[in-house]
């Protein structure tokens, strides 16, 4: 029986069909990996852009990091040096739940501080808070950051220069931060981005916030943990700030070639090692073309009249997202003003 199909096995073997039938399995094999590997090729994305916002262009070498305070009431405050200013624009940076160690964000404020910032980083959580307390916990620490600021050693907050960011829960204290500034005694911002805000702590009043305002809200089309629901309310309950100031951004996944672009909730993460200088993961077009430098231009045209078009006004500055290495665009941000 065994002789009999090892014999049957060989005149199979030996009819011309059976040969065109596997030299086309082996072809298509071959093809098949060499357009894997075409399009390995064409998943290397742009890097990052050399002059304008979200670039390389950086007026400093270094930064400076500190902690200070203790429980939720804990901040970290980054500095620019080398060379080190006499003063600097204050940016806050609220991060998502529980991402209270910087190196989350790590490459993202390093790109904020050595474009010559000011940078506060505050935990404003602990096991023991509660969510209702966190946006007050925040305001406290960048209290007592300003406070230590001005005191000797440091680079001096230009407090006419002030910005908020957030991420996640951090995308609802943001705006919580903004229209409490005033009857906190913080500075009046200039400049606010809300980043896939979710659904954690109350949000305030948001009509208190300035008019003046230039103000973002930005989500991703794969955030399947919190949505866009926060980022439309808080885009609809700031009528007190003029549509040519602010925009509803939507920034929107990629699956072109062998590594994708995918828009999600952890996208705005950027986590790095060491003393925040060496990228870790995650660092690509939606950093360098999204986050970074719809940021960067919105602080720019906020504290300098600049870059503006990169930041507001759905202009093709501000939706272009960089191309893939075979010249093909990456799918652009949507930008309206009527989520």
Not at 67 to 93: C, H, M, N, R
Not at 268 to 281: Q, R, V
Request: hydrophobic share 40%; net charge negative; charged share 15%.
């Amino acid at each position: 029986m065994t002789s009999l199909s090892r014999k049957s096995i060989s005149l199979i073997f030996q009819n011309p069909f059976t040969t065109f039938f596997i030299n086309g399995i082996f072809f298509l094999f071959f093809l098949s990996f060499l357009i894997a590997a075409s399009n390995i090729s064409v998943a290397a994305k742009t890097g990052q852009p050399l002059y304008c916002p979200g670039s390389a262009e950086y007026f400093h070498n270094n930064t400076i990091r500190n902690s200070y305070g203790t429980g939720a009431l804990q901040y970290y405050l980054f500095e620019p040096d080398e060379p080190k200013p006499v003063s600097a624009p204050l940016i806050v940076f609220l991060h998502g739940l529980n991402a209270t160690n910087p190196r989350s964000y790590g490459a993202w404020i390093e790109h904020i501080v050595k474009k010559g910032n000011i940078l506060v980083y505050p935990k404003y959580q602990s096991r023991s808070s509660k969510l209702g307390e966190y946006s007050s916990h925040a305001i406290e620490s960048v209290l007592d950051a300003i406070e230590e600021l001005q005191s000797e050693g440091h680079v001096w907050p230009d407090l006419e220069r002030f910005a908020i960011v957030g991420h996640s829960c951090g995308g609802m204290i943001a705006p919580n931060m903004a229209a409490l500034a005033e009857e906190a005694g913080l500075p009046v911002p200039g400049a606010l981005m809300s980043v896939e805000p979710g659904r954690t702590t109350p949000l305030e009043d948001l009509s208190k916030i300035p008019s003046d305002i230039l103000l973002l809200t930005v989500v991703g089309d794969r955030d399947f943990i919190v949505g866009d629901k926060i980022a439309k309310r808080i885009f609809v309950d700031t009528p007190q700030i003029p549509l040519e100031n602010k925009d509803f951004i939507t920034m929107v996944s990629d699956r072109h070639g062998f590594s994708s672009l995918t828009a999600g909730h952890f996208t705005p993460c950027s986590m790095s090692f060491g003393n925040f200088s060496i990228p870790f993961f995650g660092i690509n077009a939606h950093d360098y073309y999204g986050f970074w430098k719809l940021f960067d231009a919105l602080t720019d045209a906020a504290f300098y009249g600049e870059n503006r078009e990169f930041a507001l006004g759905n202009t093709p500055q501000q939706r272009y997202m960089g191309e893939w290495s075979d010249g093909t665009p990456i799918k652009e941000l949507i930008v309206t003003d009527n989520p």
